[in-house]
């Protein structure tokens, strides 16, 4: 399958999986669950998938960015990531009691104890997924992702239209992790066989010892979001905070996560043909912060009337801290890939201590922000998203090998398009509208309009692209109608 089609279809997957996530929550929050219950489940996630970073251990990474793999070996790969789920699920069943007792929330302890089964269960689908980013068959792909996303959220709309409260989540997490593994299985089976002797895994177990104190240091900086907020400020702001965060995120994700990982495996391919990075990734940094910006800018301006529209009065308090998680995303996604890119080119030991930095950055400084207050918090994203900035740019400038002058001038198209993209809402909210629904979109269809002429009038590098991929779109339509 060649880059471009590639991108089409986890495009597809990453907006048909935000769809059915974006709807389910509104309908979650509007409805049948207060900041308070969202706090309690949001507690319990984060807890769990911090102990959750023994799980992977780097194993899709590994597949996925091996130049040569043994079939023989994938069933031992396999029966390791089953023996570490399973471990990982028996130690936050087991932690789920002094976690209730840490937060004084005894509801916390059956909501860990679902998620420690859904650990049971999604080890059985990561061999076959990397299978498939490694063979870039994203159409399959698709299929796993978003059918898992539809029958995990259906799942938590459901019970808690029935009343389930918090635990609707946590079911609905586990009816993800069944429905992506035999989804996954289905289409490209991998049985786990465990290995006579450590040969066939030994070289992945080497890779895995250095990712795993790397996936320790993310998951902490990551992770830990929702347990300092919950133990500094309380349950009702976690769910606040987790909310507008995960609107952000998956926006994030809506806009440029399906490009991330077809690149991945595109460098990979260039890495092994021997090929300089330094201009293909410049091109990245173009697509990602084209898109994103604007989005992330259109986000900040509407965070108010798109929290009222979206999740109702309950969640009013989210939106200040919607408007600076939006804009602590723009530095975020300045540099992307800025872990895969290191992994790739064997740099995972210097890339430990680098992450290390990261983490301890993250932690401290919104550590801080909460100490202060809820807003503060907030705030605390974008001097972190400042910090973060820093030390990736630094780093994969370096490895890379860019020029800084090539990557500011990145930067500063991208951002006139992101400026032109939210001037029609600038300019409606200075004039003191309160924009309703069919106003928002009004607006942001103006918006897009403009960033697509800043876009050509800048000769922005994704400006080829979104012609290249208007026309990929197009073609089929045209070709029936001509037929």
């Given at each position: 399958m060649s880059v471009r089609r590639a991108a089409l279809w986890s495009l597809a997957a990453q907006y048909a999986t935000f769809s059915i996530q974006f709807v389910a929550s509104v309908v979650i929050s509007r409805l049948f669950l207060l900041p308070a219950d969202v706090g309690l489940f949001s507690i319990a996630l984060a807890a769990a998938m911090i102990v959750s970073i023994f799980q992977d251990l780097g194993i899709t990474r590994f597949i996925s960015g091996q130049p040569q793999m043994s079939p023989a070996a994938l069933p031992h790969y396999a029966a390791v990531a089953v023996s570490i789920g399973w471990s990982v699920a028996a130690i936050v069943a087991l932690a789920a009691p002094f976690?209730?007792?840490?937060?004084?929330?005894?509801?916390?302890?059956?909501?860990?104890w679902l998620i420690a089964a859904s650990y049971l269960v999604t080890p059985y689908a990561t061999v076959p997924a990397a299978l498939l980013v490694r063979e870039m068959d994203f159409r399959t792909l698709f299929q796993v992702n978003a059918g898992s996303a539809l029958a995990g959220n259906g799942t938590a709309i459901a019970l808690a239209a029935c009343g389930f409260g918090a635990s609707s989540l946590a079911w609905g997490v586990l009816a993800t992790a069944v429905a992506r593994a035999a989804i996954a299985n289905i289409h490209r089976a991998v049985r786990p066989r465990m290995p006579e002797n450590t040969a066939s895994v030994r070289p992945m177990l080497g890779f895995s010892s250095m990712s795993f104190v790397l996936s320790a240091s993310a998951a902490i900086g990551h992770r830990s979001q929702d347990l300092i907020v919950g133990r500094v400020l309380g349950i009702t702001a976690t769910g606040l905070f987790s909310r507008a965060s995960a609107l952000a995120g998956q926006l994030t994700t809506l806009v440029t996560g399906a490009i991330?990982?077809?690149?991945?495996?595109?460098?990979?391919?260039?890495?092994?043909?021997?090929?300089?990075?330094?201009?293909?990734?410049?091109?990245?940094?173009?697509?990602?912060?084209?898109?994103?910006?604007?989005?992330?800018?259109?986000?900040?301006?509407?965070?108010?009337?798109?929290?009222?529209?979206?999740?109702?009065?309950?969640?009013?308090?989210?939106?200040?801290?919607?408007?600076?998680?939006?804009?602590?995303?723009?530095?975020?996604?300045?540099?992307?890939?800025?872990?895969?890119?290191?992994?790739?080119?064997?740099?995972?030991?210097?890339?430990?201590?680098?992450?290390?930095?990261?983490?301890?950055?993250?932690?401290?400084?919104?550590?801080?922000?909460?100490?202060?207050?809820?807003?503060?918090?907030?705030?605390?994203?974008?001097?972190?998203?400042?910090?973060?900035?820093?030390?990736?740019?630094?780093?994969?400038?370096?490895?890379?090998?860019?020029?800084?002058?090539?990557?500011?001038?990145?930067?500063?198209?991208?951002?006139?398009?992101?400026?032109?993209?939210?001037?029609?809402?600038?300019?409606?909210?200075?004039?003191?509208?309160?924009?309703?629904?069919?106003?928002?979109?009004l607006l942001s269809a103006s918006g897009v309009l403009a960033w697509l002429a800043a876009l050509g009038a800048t000769r922005h590098p994704a400006w080829k692209e979104v012609r290249m991929m208007a026309e990929a779109l197009s073609r089929p339509i045209l070709s029936r109608l001509a037929g």
């Open positions: 976690v209730a007792h840490f937060y004084a929330q005894p509801a916390l302890a059956p909501l860990l991330g990982s077809v690149f991945y495996s595109a460098f990979a391919r260039k890495r092994d043909a021997g090929e300089p990075l330094a201009e293909p990734y410049l091109h990245l940094v173009a697509c990602y912060t084209a898109l994103n910006w604007a989005a992330m800018v259109g986000l900040a301006l509407a965070a108010e009337p798109l929290v009222l529209l979206l999740y109702g009065p309950n969640w009013i308090g989210s939106a200040p801290l919607l408007r600076w998680t939006a804009l602590g995303e723009i530095f975020f996604v300045a540099i992307p890939l800025q872990m895969d890119v290191p992994l790739l080119l064997g740099q995972i030991r210097r890339l430990v201590w680098v992450n290390l930095l990261d983490t301890c950055a993250a932690v401290a400084i919104l550590t801080a922000g909460c100490f202060i207050g809820l807003e503060a918090a907030g705030i605390s994203r974008v001097v972190y998203g400042f910090v973060w900035w820093v030390i990736y740019a630094l780093y994969l400038g370096r490895l890379i090998g860019f020029r800084f002058g090539a990557l500011m001038s990145v930067y500063a198209r991208s951002g006139i398009c992101a400026l032109v993209a939210g001037g029609p809402l600038m300019i409606a909210l200075w004039q003191g509208m309160e924009p309703g629904l069919l106003a928002l979109l």
